[in-house]
């Protein structure tokens, strides 16, 4: 079937909306994700619930989807609570992967990715956005975390991610430093 068959009348339009609102500049069709200017918990709690109020999938389908999406409030802690079908944990693995596949980019595009972000949160003092990007960030940025769950993605992509979490949590330490010095 179809993926459009396999939801509610109306939920194009309702995605379309919210994926086009004017605030968005990272969390847009380009980059595949959802997201706005609140906090990630509760915009990924409204993104599950909005595919629920849409969906037409079965029961067991649609608390998969929901948990994958769910998961993506919390990478590093996140596990599959529950096997829906055989091979579930490793999808979920592979689809948390994929969401922090961004990390890995080139480094002009990780800029340009935080620029945008930054650019969803005008609304923060700079001082407290920087501290709390500083914050996220140098959680993945230990190196005992595995920012990548399953092998080949975190061969592909652990060494990139790691050089630009680093060198992005230096200069937002020295950017704090210049804003506390004000």
């Not at 930054?118 to 923060?124: C, D, K, L, T, V």
């Amino acid at each position: 079937m179809p993926l459009e068959g396999r939801h509610k009348t109306g939920a194009w339009d309702a995605l379309d909306a919210s994926y086009t609102e004017s605030h968005r500049t990272y969390h847009t069709w380009e980059q595949n994700q959802d997201g706005s200017p609140r906090p990630d918990y509760e915009n990924v709690r409204d993104s599950g619930e909005l595919f629920r109020q849409y969906t037409l999938l079965n029961k067991s389908d649609s608390d998969a989807v929901h948990d994958l999406i769910m998961a993506t409030a919390n990478h590093l802690q996140a596990r599959a609570e529950k096997q829906y079908y055989a091979g579930f944990a490793g999808d979920l693995d592979l689809f948390l992967d994929l969401d922090l596949s961004s990390l890995a980019a080139p480094w002009e595009e990780f800029v340009e990715a935080l620029a945008r972000i930054r650019s969803e949160f005008s609304w923060a003092p700079e001082i407290v956005f920087c501290t709390i990007q500083l914050q996220i960030l140098e959680k993945f940025a230990k190196e005992d975390v595995r920012l990548y769950r399953r092998a080949e993605t975190s061969e592909k992509w652990r060494d990139a991610a790691r050089a630009n979490l680093k060198r992005c949590v230096t200069e937002l330490q020295k950017r704090i430093a210049e804003l506390s010095s004000v």
